[in-house]
């Protein structure tokens, strides 16, 4: 059963940091590209970063650029979302995603094969 678990969460101060990890299991790794996307109390969900499989080329959402790193450990099936200067905007939970197919990323509507059970981030002002 393929399974995807966030953590990492928490609540944080302005301008503090934090880094999101994604454990996968129960599919092959290296055939899926990875991407975090967020929701917010009362807005739909967003894509914020993707990497992809091949060449881990990766897409930030341009509001966290500068500020958000996204990476991947194939060798331990984890994906990262390193996070830094938190803003309160970045306060949603956090969802961790696999999909084979890079394009449904690049459409950056939230859909994918596999989701996780996502993790709250919390930036007080």
């Known amino acids: 059963e393929a399974q995807l678990v966030e953590s990492g969460g928490g609540l944080v101060q302005v301008g503090g940091s934090l880094r999101l990890s994604c454990a996968a299991s129960?599919?092959?790794?290296?055939?899926?590209?990875f991407a975090w996307f967020r929701q917010a109390p009362g807005r739909e969900r967003e894509g914020v970063s993707f990497i992809s499989n091949s060449d881990d080329s990766t897409f930030l959402k341009y509001s966290v650029k500068g500020r958000f790193t996204i990476s991947r450990d194939n060798s331990l099936n984890t994906m990262t979302l390193q996070m830094t200067d938190l803003k309160p905007e970045d306060t949603a939970v956090y969802y961790c995603?696999?999909?084979?197919?890079?394009?449904?990323?690049?459409?950056?509507?939230?859909?994918?094969?596999?989701w996780g059970q996502g993790t709250q981030v919390t930036v007080s002002s």
């Open positions: 995603a696999a999909d084979p197919r890079l394009w449904v990323f690049e459409t950056r509507k939230p859909i994918s094969e596999y």
């Open positions: 129960g599919f092959h790794f290296d055939d899926f590209n």
